[in-house]
């Protein structure tokens, strides 16, 4: 996932480059680049937040219940 976001970023950055002016070059990289990568990060991230946010909630259930039972 992270070699289509470098690959995706590279490509933007080179016609970034080619643009005529400073301002057009920034915004190109910007919403033609970093912009979608965000968004496409964000997506694909999301099964990865969630399973990793469940794993939280567990160890925390977990760590309740042994400090109930040490009572």
């Known amino acids: 996932m992270y070699l289509i976001a470098i690959a995706w970023l590279y490509v933007a ?9 400073v301002v057009g070059g920034v915004l190109t990289f910007v919403f033609y680049g970093l912009a979608p990568m965000t968004l ?16 939280r909630e567990a160890n925390d259930l977990n760590d309740r219940a042994e400090t109930d039972g040490d009572q």
Do not use: E
């Open 13 to 21: 950055l080179l016609a970034a480059v080619t643009d005529n002016s």
């Open 40 to 55: 496409f990060l964000w997506l694909f991230g999301t099964p990865t937040r969630r399973r990793r946010q469940r794993q």
